[in-house]
């Protein structure tokens, strides 16, 4: 679904990624790690038209969406998560979920004048969707609280479900356990797994390697804003240039 | 008793100047230090072609078209700005527009300013007319604000919130920013526009002098005093700050300190203006429940 060629970003003297190419292909989970500041987060908002590409391009099947605007390249089913929490925290977390829905007709002025009957029936699927979403993210009886009181692990949850009511078709997610306690991290792995079965591809980066062993299906690793390496999972903590780029090179220690 | 209308008819209007920079301010997060130019094209269209022979209803009608189309063109180079940047384009371009009124002569004859604007729908001029003006007034806010209800419980008013809260979430979320805020910008000139056809056909002189900086603060307090983000906060703001003001003139002060009143008032108002920002940001009717995390 997901392919990119050749893409490069640089901010000044300092280039963040250099000349990645990768195909997700019809693969369900696929895991991005790498140190930090290697580029993986650079290359989520390059996808996400939040960074404009400098060199190299992006497709999304075969419509190329390099350079879109953020908004538009999430209109095609490309949907994201950020690195932080970001959740709305004055608005309820069902709002926060109705609110995520695509193209509604009440966002237009002139619409929600003329046409109150389709703006109230807009309103009303959303509703019912953000319902069943809930229901999804177990957050059920939280669904009047704002969402600023609910807990970092919920406010992961409800950063899901938000992505779920723009029926996606990829999605990225950067870090989605970072900084939650391990029983939520395993709904959230339910959660994550739940998705790939109704056809939605899940790209994202994690750095809990024990959970993109068991999770991912295959795994891609950045260093230094290039790909390393590429391949299944419980491979890539065997390989070489990774151990490297992680710990640093081996020193013989016939040497010292 | 005309009196009493006087100010009720002039706390309707701040009503409705108020809860049109609220849409901007309370929903879209937008602050907007050039709202008074808003209101001011309103008062200077409306009046202008109800001199030039327009019939006073529909001056007002084209007023405020003319205010929702400068604020679109205004937006549109300004909301490429961010945050702190957006908020001192705005303010020059209020004083950009006092200034125009001042100087362009040959159209708005400049400080002497435009007499003699006649009312609307053959509501008498002078003292005689104002409770008839009162009504109408009335209608028409009443109908503002159902307007604004609307707008503001709708998916765009929600819409507008997440611009607020999160602009990056809200482009994630296929939402474009960029149109949200100059429609914001647009229906919240609008009624600017409104409130200042208003205001020049009820008291029937309008000069440069009626649309300084002093007003933006003013009508600025009245929203953040009331409670931004709310439908209710700026109406009550609007109420009791009018009501002060007017509260001063029975104040005892001798004559010769009368030249002291406004500078002083000025600073009052800037201070509470601090002191709410600091102590009580939400104003007298918040938005939600506080938030303790």
């Known amino acids: 679904m997901l392919t990119i060629e050749n893409v490069t970003k640089s901010f000044g003297g300092l280039t963040a990624v250099c000349g990645v190419s990768l195909q997700l292909g019809e693969i369900p989970i696929t895991g991005l790690v790498g140190p930090n500041g290697s580029g993986k987060s650079t290359l989520f908002h390059m996808i996400t038209g939040?960074?404009?590409?400098?060199?190299?391009?992006?497709?999304l099947e075969d419509r190329e969406i390099t350079n879109l605007k953020p908004h538009l390249i999430s209109r095609m089913g490309l949907?994201?998560?950020f690195q932080h929490t970001r959740v709305l925290p004055f608005l309820s977390t069902l709002e926060n979920l109705i609110a995520a829905a695509p193209l509604q007709r009440g966002e237009s002025l002139v619409k929600l004048f003329l046409r109150p009957g389709a703006v109230r029936r807009d309103e009303k699927k959303n509703t019912e969707k953000a319902r069943e979403v809930l229901e999804t993210i177990r957050l059920q009886r939280l669904a009047e609280e704002l969402a600023g009181r609910l807990s970092y692990g919920q406010q992961r949850l409800l950063e899901l479900g938000r992505i779920l009511m723009a029926d996606p078709r990829v999605?990225?997610?950067?870090?989605?356990?970072?900084?939650?306690?391990?029983?939520?991290?395993?709904?959230?792995?339910?959660?994550?797994?739940?998705?790939?079965?109704?056809?939605?591809?899940?790209?994202?980066?994690?750095?809990?390697?024990?959970?993109v062993m068991e999770l991912c299906d295959r795994v891609l690793v950045m260093d230094a804003g290039g790909l390393i390496f590429e391949g299944f999972p419980h491979e890539a903590v065997k390989d070489k240039a990774v151990i490297e780029a992680y710990l640093g090179k081996a020193r013989d220690a016939s040497k010292s | 008793m005309d009196y009493f209308y006087h100010i009720l008819v002039i706390a309707l209007i701040y009503v409705?100047?108020?809860s049109s920079l609220?849409?901007?301010?309370g929903y879209a997060g937008l602050y907007n230090f050039g709202h008074v130019a808003f209101f001011a094209i309103g008062a200077y269209t409306s009046a202008l072609l109800?001199?030039?022979?327009?019939?006073?209803?529909?001056?007002?009608?084209?007023?405020?078209?003319?205010?929702?189309?400068?604020?679109?063109?205004?937006?549109?180079p300004a909301l490429r700005l961010s945050g702190d940047y957006f908020g001192i384009a705005t303010l020059a371009f209020g004083e950009l527009a006092r200034l125009f009124a001042l100087n362009e002569r040959w159209l708005t004859k400049g400080p002497m300013g435009l007499p003699g604007i006649p009312r609307p729908l053959g509501i008498e001029a002078g003292i005689s007319g104002i409770p008839v003006y009162f009504i109408f007034t009335v209608t028409i806010t009443v109908a503002v604000l159902l307007i604004l209800r609307k707008t503001t419980m709708s998916p765009f008013g929600r819409a507008l919130k997440v611009v607020r809260e999160d602009e990056?979430?809200?482009?994630?979320?296929?939402?474009?920013?960029?149109?949200?805020?100059?429609?914001?910008?647009?229906?919240?000139?609008?009624?600017?526009?409104?409130?200042?056809?208003?205001?020049?056909?009820?008291?029937?002189?309008?000069?440069?002098?009626?649309?300084?900086?002093?007003?933006?603060?003013?009508?600025?307090?009245?929203?953040?005093?009331?409670?931004?983000?709310?439908l209710s906060g700026p109406v009550l703001g609007a109420f009791v700050i009018i009501f002060f003001q007017e509260l001063l003139r029975f104040l005892p002060i001798p004559t010769d300190w009368g030249r002291f009143v406004s500078p002083i008032q000025g600073m009052i108002y800037g201070a509470v203006l601090v002191i709410l920002m600091l102590k009580r940001p939400e104003g007298i009717i918040p938005e939600h429940r506080t938030l303790q995390c």
């Open chain 2, 50 to 76: 109800s001199l030039a022979g327009f019939s006073p209803a529909a001056s007002m009608a084209i007023a405020l078209l003319c205010s929702a189309a400068s604020g679109a063109l205004l937006a549109m």
């Open chain 1, 171 to 211: 999605i990225l997610l950067d870090e989605p356990t970072a900084g939650i306690n391990p029983s939520l991290v395993r709904d959230l792995v339910q959660v994550i797994r739940g998705l790939t079965g109704g056809g939605i591809q899940v790209f994202l980066i994690e750095h809990n390697m024990p959970l």
């Open chain 1, 50 to 59: 939040f960074y404009s590409v400098d060199k190299g391009r992006v497709f």
């Open chain 2, 16 to 18: 409705i100047f108020a």
């Open chain 2, 22 to 25: 609220n849409l901007e301010l």
């Open chain 1, 79 to 81: 949907l994201r998560t």
């Open chain 2, 168 to 230: 990056f979430v809200a482009r994630a979320f296929g939402k474009n920013v960029f149109s949200l805020k100059v429609r914001a910008v647009a229906m919240g000139s609008l009624f600017a526009g409104l409130a200042g056809a208003l205001y020049a056909h009820f008291v029937t002189y309008i000069s440069p002098y009626d649309f300084s900086l002093n007003e933006t603060i003013l009508v600025l307090l009245c929203v953040v005093l009331g409670g931004k983000g709310t």
